[in-house]
């Protein structure tokens, strides 16, 4: 007994994107981590660019490779996620007949229009949820529905991590008066452990959509029950 009609048009397989943003996305929590950690090598070598504007020595490549690392796993991570969420939501208007809260193309300038990137990719994710699920959107609004938890605690986990704690964490060092703004392991960690949760709970939630939508398709492949 199945609580979901047959879509009007074939599902996209979306697992290969779900796999390369899961890779990424713990790559990137990986470079996070080092580039915390890394402590005061990496504090060293930024003081030094900053005063010289150039490195020397062989000595400094694998902290070069430490400071390379951290935004390019962030580029390559928020780009596979971007590429997955895309997918998925093709696929999530083909299973629901509700229409979703924004166009395509916020997918990816939700992320940087000031303010609304506070809410808007939370929201596109929540429309693709809720049309994936089993059941599907079962109101006539999707912005009606009862959203997942899940996706709750991964978007204020993010919140905290990138937008909230950073700048608080900048402010109380500068009001102790510190010269490097990376500030002690104590702050970074407090910036760190939503960043790191954020990280696990975003491939906790492609992991779940991708679970529903591909679920979906191989009922659809198989053909309903005779």
Not at 21 to 40: E, R
Not at 132 to 138: Q, Y
Not at 140 to 163: D, K, P, R, Y
Request: proline fraction near 7%; glycine fraction near 10%; charge should be positive.
């Amino acid at each position: 007994m199945h609580s979901f009609p047959p879509p009007p048009r074939t599902l996209l397989p979306v697992r290969g994107f779900a796999t390369a943003a899961v890779v990424t996305l713990g790559v990137a929590a990986l470079a996070d981590t080092v580039w915390t950690l890394g402590g005061p090598g990496l504090e060293v070598l930024l003081l030094r660019v900053s005063e010289d504007g150039f490195l020397t020595g062989w000595d400094d490549l694998p902290v070069v490779v430490l400071l390379l690392l951290r935004p390019f796993a962030y580029l390559v991570g928020g780009t596979a996620f971007l590429a997955w969420l895309f997918r998925a939501r093709a696929n999530a208007e083909t299973l629901s007949r509700a229409r979703h809260r924004w166009f395509r193309a916020l997918i990816v300038l939700g992320w940087f229009l000031p303010v609304v990137n506070w809410w808007i990719p939370k929201q596109i994710v929540d429309d693709v949820w809720v049309s994936s699920r089993p059941g599907g959107v079962r109101g006539e609004h999707i912005g009606g529905e009862t959203h997942s938890w899940l996706v709750w605690a991964w978007w204020v986990s993010w919140l905290l991590g990138i937008w909230v704690l950073p700048p608080l964490s900048g402010a109380l060092m500068a009001m102790r008066g510190r010269a490097l703004s990376r500030g002690t392991l104590g702050f970074e960690l407090c910036v760190l452990a939503p960043t790191l949760l954020a990280a696990v709970l975003a491939i906790l939630v492609v992991l779940r959509i991708t679970g529903y939508q591909e679920g979906r398709r191989a009922w659809v492949d198989a053909g309903p029950p005779l």
